[in-house]
């Protein structure tokens, strides 16, 4: 017989069916204000810390655990020569001459005494380095040069003639990451409700101009332990030249004496000389490169010394600055973007540039059908 409470114990489920999906639809529509739940595992960096733990258990599998002691091993064997060198040199007893070569010596066998213990790779690969020791210099410029980042950078320089239109060589030490907020939205609707979020950009991809309005956020990783200046430059080498019937170069921002070591690198500080003008690509011309360079100082403790004056930012001429401030270009970082002509461009030559936005093309062909044209085709 079929009785209210058997239809309640029927019904039940799909109430509590249907509270749930309400309650994912609310939590669907109110997420957007509400901050994301906490993650599980929190990220792990210096200020959070966390221990190497083996992947298996002590005994478990003999043969790994007679691997890690044979690392260990040599690790105590090298560091032990490493220690004699090092009370070697402190007591005096190498050679003048040879004591340039001594100190190279030792910090190869500092790196080599830790670069296969299981804990300092994985510090190394969990973003936990730390920077300030051979070691770990060592396996990050490693990932950096081998790993596909350097190689791809340096493709899309030669590919796009960066070089030798802007530099006639250039060879980075610098690891120089750009970010800037990722495109906007098409739909008009979700362009006002959508919170826009930033992303690392990738060398020579094409970026529109309202991503490109505000200084974009730099972060480096440098190699070396000692601190050093750097000069970091955005050039536009593409303006076209009416005069000369050719391209010449825009200077969109210069920010001169940055300080970078190891431990110091990071997000670069956004002072600068010269404020940041942003991409503003003329109607008619092709597609513009904006290229970023971080040179280092030729001496690295010695600051540039520019007039208080700005600089002309109009047919900037960037082999001629890097030689009268003595920059070096076989070291230092580099990016490269590419933008072309929208609305937000014409909005920039009116609001930043503040003058009366220049339009290129072909001329028109003169067309041989104009008198034809004019006369009468029947009588």
Do not use: C
């Not at 290229?291 to 960037?318: C, E, M, Q, W, Y």
């Amino acid at each position: 017989m079929f009785t209210l409470g058997r239809f309640r114990s029927l019904r039940e489920p799909f109430i509590r069916a249907n509270s749930t999906l309400e309650a994912l639809s609310v939590r669907r529509i109110l997420g957007r204000r509400n901050p994301k739940y906490p993650a599980i595992r929190p990220s792990i960096n210096l200020e959070r810390p966390r221990e190497w733990n083996p992947p298996v258990a002590l005994g478990a599998i003999p043969a790994y655990d007679e691997a890690v002691a044979y690392i260990r091993a040599d690790a105590t064997a090298v560091q032990s020569e490493a220690d004699a060198l090092r009370l070697l040199l402190e007591n005096g007893d190498i050679p003048l001459e040879s004591v340039k070569d001594a100190k190279a010596k030792l910090d190869v066998l500092e790196t080599m005494a830790q670069i296969n213990l299981p804990e300092v790779r994985w510090k190394a690969a969990n973003g936990m380095a730390n920077m300030s020791q051979n070691v770990y210099r060592h396996l990050i410029e490693q990932r950096w040069r081998n790993e596909g980042a350097l190689d791809l950078l340096m493709e899309r320089i030669y590919q796009m003639h960066v070089i030798p239109d802007v530099l006639p060589l250039l060879q980075p030490t610098v690891d120089l990451r750009v970010v800037f907020p990722e495109a906007p939205p098409k739909n008009v609707v979700l362009r006002a409700r959508a919170k826009r979020k930033t992303a690392p950009v990738e060398p020579g991809v094409f970026l529109v101009n309202e991503q490109t309005r505000r200084p974009p956020k730099l972060y480096t990783t440098v190699f070396h332990p000692e601190s050093r200046l750097y000069t970091l430059l955005m050039v536009d080498p593409d303006v076209p030249d009416e005069e000369s019937q050719t391209f010449k170069t825009y200077l969109h921002w210069l920010q001169p004496n940055i300080t970078l070591s190891a431990t110091t690198a990071g997000l670069l500080p956004s002072a600068s000389h010269m404020p940041y003008i942003p991409p503003h690509p003329a109607r008619g011309t092709p597609y513009h490169r904006y290229v970023l360079l971080l040179l280092p100082h030729a001496n690295p403790g010695a600051k540039l010394s520019l007039s208080p004056g700005p600089l002309k930012r109009d047919a900037f001429d960037v082999r001629k600055f890097v030689h009268e401030n003595a920059l070096r270009t076989d070291g230092g970082g580099a990016f490269m973007w590419r933008a072309v002509w929208d609305e937000e461009s014409s909005r920039i030559w009116k609001d930043d540039i503040k003058k009366p936005e220049p339009r290129y093309g072909y001329a028109p062909k003169p067309d041989p059908y104009v008198g034809l044209k004019e006369m009468r085709k029947y009588v």
